[in-house]
Structure formats: C-alpha cells, structure tokens
C-alpha cells in the first residue's frame, strides 16, 4: 500500500519561501511519478508540478521559475521548494501518484494521495 505524508506547510509573508515535503513508503519513487496539487479555496484541485521517476520536470506556468520540484530517492522524499511566494499561493497542497507527468494538470490519473498540508501567503 503507497503512502504519502506531506509537511512543511506554514504562513509566510508575500516574497517568502516554503519547502514542502512528501514522505512516500518504500520503492513508491521508483515506480510512480509524483505530482504536487494545490487547491485554494472555492476553486478547483489544480496540478503546479511534477517529477518523473527519471528525474524529468514539469511545471505549471503560473510557478513556472518560483517552485522547483526534486526527490530525495534514499529518504523516499519528494521535495517543493517555493520561493516568491504571492498571496494567489495560498492553498492545500497535496502530493500524489501517477504514471506519467504528462497529465499531471488532471486529477484522474493520480491514484494515492497525501493528506495535505496548508500554505497560507499574506500580503
């Protein structure tokens, strides 16, 4: 059974940094891609980030050059790093399984998913 527990969430003024992490059982980073997902209040779950089980990175545009996302493969650890964070940041994020990170915008093609862990950007 795949696990994941994500951390790290937290308030940070506007400009501020904030690295998440996901802690994923054993041989989970070595068979499935991860994604990063955030969904802010009243709005749709949404896909900013993902990493293939080769190391291959995809963002979204609107964190494109502020979040960076990497793994960790001895601790299991799939890390997103968010620098200049703006108050539009503000949600629940999650990580999550998949295949591939070509569809990593659409919630159907993730199987396990984390808790969740708040961010909260003030201006």
């Known amino acids: 059974q795949v696990q994941l527990v994500e951390s790290g969430g937290g308030l940070v003024q506007s400009g501020g940094s904030l690295r998440l992490s996901c802690a994923a059982s054993?041989?989970?980073?070595?068979?499935?891609?991860i994604g990063w997902l955030r969904q802010a209040p009243g709005k749709e779950r949404e896909g900013v980030a993902c990493?293939?089980?080769?190391?291959?990175?995809s963002y979204d545009d609107s964190v494109k050059g502020r979040f960076t996302i990497s793994t960790d493969k001895d601790t299991n650890t799939v890390f997103l790093e968010m620098n200049n964070l703006k108050p539009e940041d503000t949600a629940v994020y999650y990580c999550?399984?998949?295949?591939?990170?070509?569809?990593?915008?659409?919630?159907?093609?993730?199987?396990?998913w984390g808790q969740g862990t708040q961010v909260t950007v003030s201006s």
């Open positions: 999550a399984t998949t295949y591939y990170c070509t569809g990593y915008k659409f919630l159907s093609t993730y199987d396990y």
């Open positions: 054993e041989f989970t980073l070595g068979y499935y891609a």
């Open positions: 990493i293939s089980t080769e190391g291959i990175t």
